[in-house]
């Protein structure tokens, strides 16, 4: 059984930092793809980043770009998303979703979900 859990979540001030973390259990980052997700209130599910489990290859969208990092630890099995410079607007529930894929990655379906983690940036 495949079973995704995000941590690290909190509360922070705008400009500050905070590093999510997704253990993943259950499967072989060979052949799956991990992201990362959020949802801001009354907001649909929007992909943030994300990294190719065989390559390492990542993709960040616009608004994260040279403030997060997503990276992984196949000895641990677990995907990071390091956030910096945060914003009010990074409010929202993180969550880490996985996609069976053999190469690169992509924010669109998953295969797997995480059950999220808060985060909150005041300003």
């Known amino acids: 059984e495949v079973q995704l859990v995000e941590s690290g979540g909190g509360l922070a001030h705008a400009g500050g930092s905070l590093r999510l973390s997704c253990a993943a259990s259950?499967?072989?980052?060979?052949?799956?793809?991990i992201g990362w997700f959020r949802q801001a209130p009354g907001k649909g599910r929007e992909g943030v980043a994300c990294i190719g489990g065989f390559d390492g290859s990542t993709y960040y969208i616009d608004s994260v770009k040279g403030r997060f990092t997503i990276s992984k630890d196949n000895a641990k099995n677990t995907v990071y998303l390091q956030m910096n410079s945060l914003k009010p607007d990074d409010t929202a529930v993180y969550y880490c979703?996985?996609?069976?894929?053999?190469?690169?990655?992509?924010?669109?379906?998953?295969?797997?979900w995480g059950q999220g983690t808060q985060v909150t940036v005041s300003s």
């Open positions: 259950g499967l072989s980052f060979d052949n799956y793809a």
């Open positions: 979703g996985a996609e069976v894929r053999l190469g690169g990655c992509s924010l669109g379906r998953r295969d797997h």
